[in-house]
Nanobody, 124 residues
Framework: QVHLVESGGGAVQPGGSLRLSCVVSGRTVRSLTMAWFRQALGKEREFVAAIKSSGGTTTSVKGRFTFSRDNGANTAYLQMTSLEPEDTAVYYC????????????????????WGQGTQVTVSS
């Protein structure tokens, strides 16, 4: 069973940066499709970024967010830069089958394991 623990959230001013971490246990991170979703207060959960087992990445926040992984540390990361107030949300790490295809990456129902979430607040 895959267990995910997120960290790295916090409060930053607009234009600031944060790096979220997701430590994986139970499986190797490179055998999984990993993703980040976020949910703002009163809104639906939305896809942020994913990394396939092959290492290919996709993101809905192009140019500002970068998804990476450290196979040795069995950890996935979301580097967020130029943060905006609209990025305020609870960010969730998710893991799914390593065979997920690109067209299915942005759907939360395709992920079997979820972390507890970490709050990101962007405010001046």
């Amino acid at each position: 069973q895959v267990h995910l623990v997120e960290s790295g959230g916090g409060a930053v001013q607009p234009g600031g940066s944060l790096r979220l971490s997701c430590v994986v246990s139970g499986r190797t991170v490179r055998s999984l499709t990993m993703a980040w979703f976020r949910q703002a207060l009163g809104k639906e959960r939305e896809f942020v970024a994913a990394i396939k087992s092959s290492g290919g990445t996709t993101t809905s926040v192009k140019g500002r967010f970068t998804f990476s992984r450290d196979n040795g540390a069995n950890t996935a990361y979301l580097q967020m830069t130029s943060l905006e107030p609209e990025d305020t949300a609870v960010y969730y790490c998710a893991a799914g089958s390593g065979s997920l295809i690109t067209s299915s990456l942005r759907y939360a129902s395709n992920y079997d394991s979820w972390g507890q979430g970490t709050q990101v607040t962007v405010s001046s």
